[in-house]
């Protein structure tokens, strides 16, 4: 029957296919021998050579003792039967029966425990949502949401509390009924306020409070639909991408343990083989966490290119853009053709390789490869595609950039300007955009825009997009008090990040509280003197003061003690003031 089913697919010349199953039977009958002589052997085998290394990490064996150490690695209990049907049968049988017989005096692992019923996994499913969103509830109080900013950005309390609002109405519209939930919108925020005074800082803490998916884009680096450039529908594709990231780790992160499990159960399986006694088992499962076996070499059959690689980096390579669905498509099209071997091929199976590894470093690999198995059964794609649409959040920075003033007629040739307006009114306003993972409708996604507006005012934005932004959110610019509080309220200020810094070279670096002061009252002179940048005006004063402590504290003793006064930091910070001043009275 082989030989007609192998001639009928392959064509190939029957004597060749006589030959070739001739040469697979003996190798079934050695390898059946060999399993009928029992794993004493093997026992014996391995306990002799512990005794004499000693418990030594590193285990040598002739080439024949290692083919019989590792040749349950290529077998299973399906594939190691004679070619005939009877003995197929008669040999699966009694492998399912000493299987069974073992599982009833053994904890059977999590990989032989039976599916749980449909009723039993709706349930689980339930349970866990219900405690994801009990969890989400308590941390997303607009209370909780303002104390966590307060952690990371000084000031700015209207604007800490509109996001607070903004992501509890998130989870507020996930508790309506059915019939309406489809009809409450995430209403968008547009800031301003100048530059350094935390918009982005805000938006980038909010979407970490809330796990969700969250990009950052530049308004200046799309153009029209037309020219050459990034049309705005690439934000989209962008955020698709990082959800992706996101949901393939919290899953990974949920099946980790099962997978651990999974590799302790493979690694025995290839030491002892599958159809192994329970004593056998035992004794190599307490050498194999005992760290006895780390140094021992197996092989390892490892998907090409490595486990969890990227699909579209297989077999195939399309030039293109690879965002481009069509261009996706088309290469996981092939990939599939090329690893499952036709149409009917499952892309499940992708091409290996036997690689040979330490169990140290096979730990690893085989992890990778049972939790990418798990996965295959979580449809990841709906799930990121979900997941974009109920609580993505998209912020579009320097929006003011893509304005022109009204007060000027002539109307301006940028394709980075008004064009750029009217492609993003239906980005916000809610339209279905395509991706290689599938369609995304934005009509639920938060979009919060930003921009100092000092040459230009937010009244100069189109009518529409003005109305698709309807919470304004004005921020204030930072005073002398506020950079002080920068530089001493939050977990990673900039004196701790210098203390910490100077310390890995055994240095004590100490700041005065007068100094702090001071640095903090040149900071505001300059952001008036010169150009106002907010708090990214303290990382010049900082930088400008530690520039010379920062590289004679390598040379120092140990235990030495830095001490940074307010002269210092005057001595520091003279010739910039004098350099601030006379570029007033330059042409």
């Known amino acids: 029957f082989s030989i007609v089913e192998s001639r009928r697919h392959t064509g190939v010349s029957r004597d ?64 190691s039967s004679s070619p005939g049907d009877d003995d197929d049968e008669d040999t699966s049988s009694s492998s399912s029966e000493t299987t069974n017989n073992e599982n009833k005096d053994t904890d059977a692992p999590p990989a032989d425990i039976p599916p749980p019923t449909t009723a039993t996994a709706t349930a689980t499913a339930e349970t866990t949502k219900s405690e994801e969103e009990d969890g989400l509830e308590k941390k997303l109080r607009p209370l909780e949401v303002v104390k966590e900013l307060d952690r990371h950005i000084v000031g700015q309390g209207d604007a800490k509390r509109s996001v607070a609002i903004a992501m509890r109405n998130r989870w507020r519209r996930r508790q309506l009924p059915e ?33 969700a998916p969250f990009i950052k884009v530049e308004a200046t680096k799309f153009t029209e639909v037309g020219y050459h450039g990034r049309d705005v529908d690439q934000i989209i594709r962008d955020l698709m991408d990082i959800s992706m990231n996101l949901t393939r780790k919290k899953f990974t992160e949920k099946r980790r343990e099962e997978a651990k499990a999974l590799v302790e159960d493979r690694i025995l399986d290839i030491l002892t083989g599958p159809a192994s006694q329970k004593r056998d088992r035992d004794s190599f499962k307490h050498m194999l966490r005992d760290g006895l076996l780390d140094d021992t070499e197996i092989e390892v059959d490892v998907p090409e290119g490595g486990p969890g690689g990227d699909k579209a980096g297989g077999m195939f390579s399309i030039g293109g853009d690879q965002n481009n669905p069509n261009v996706a498509a088309m290469a996981d099209f092939l990939n599939r053709m090329g690893g499952g071997g036709g149409p009917g091929g499952s892309k499940k199976s992708p091409p290996t390789e036997r690689k040979k590894m330490p169990i140290s470093e096979a730990r690893d690999v085989i992890l990778d490869i049972e939790l990418d198995r798990l996965l295959e059964n979580v449809d990841l794609k709906k ?51 395509s991706t290689k993972y599938g369609n995304v409708n934005t009509d639920y996604i938060l979009f919060v825009a930003s921009g100092a507006f000092h040459a230009v005012k937010p009244s100069d934005m189109l009518p529409e997009l003005q109305g698709r932004l309807p919470i304004r959110v004005e921020l204030n610019g930072l005073t002398e008090d506020d950079l002080y509080k920068i530089l001493t309220e939050p977990v990673a200020n900039l004196v701790r990040q210098q203390i910490e810094l100077i310390g890995t070279e055994k240095v004590k670096l100490e700041f005065e509280d007068d100094a702090i002061r001071e640095i ?8 008036r003197t010169v150009e106002n940048i907010g708090a990214r005006r303290l990382h010049t004063v900082m930088e400008r003061i530690m520039e010379s402590l920062s590289f004679e504290a390598a040379e120092m003793e140990e235990g030495s003690v830095i001490k940074v006064d307010k002269d210092l930091v005057k001595q520091r910070l003279s010739d910039v003031l004098v350099a601030s001043d006379l570029s007033k009275y330059i042409l």
Do not use: Y
Not at 193 to 202: A, I, M, N, Q, R
Not at 520 to 526: K, Q, T, V, W
């Open 16 to 79: 060749t296919l006589k030959a070739t199953a001739s040469a697979l039977a003996s190798a079934f009958d050695r390898r059946n021998l060999e399993r009928k002589k029992g794993s004493r052997e093997r026992m014996l085998l391995a306990s002799s050579t512990f005794r004499h290394s000693r418990g030594a990490s590193s285990i040598r064996r002739s080439p024949s003792s290692s083919l019989r150490w590792f040749s349950a690695s290529s077998s299973s209990p399906t594939s």
């Open 179 to 211: 019939d309406l939930i489809k009809e409450v919108t995430p209403r968008n925020v547009l800031m301003i306020g100048p530059t350094g005074c935390g918009k982005t800082e805000v938006a980038r803490r909010m979407a970490a409070l809330g796990d």
């Open 383 to 433: 799930e990121s595609v979900t997941a974009v649409e109920e609580s993505g959040i998209v912020f579009i920075d320097e929006i003011d950039k893509i304005c022109s003033s009204r007060d000027f007629m002539s109307k301006s040739a940028d394709a980075s300007a008004e064009g750029v307006q009217r492609d993003l009114l239906p980005l916000i306003e809610g339209t279905t955009i």
């Open 520 to 527: 903090a009252r040149m900071a505001a002179l300059l952001n």
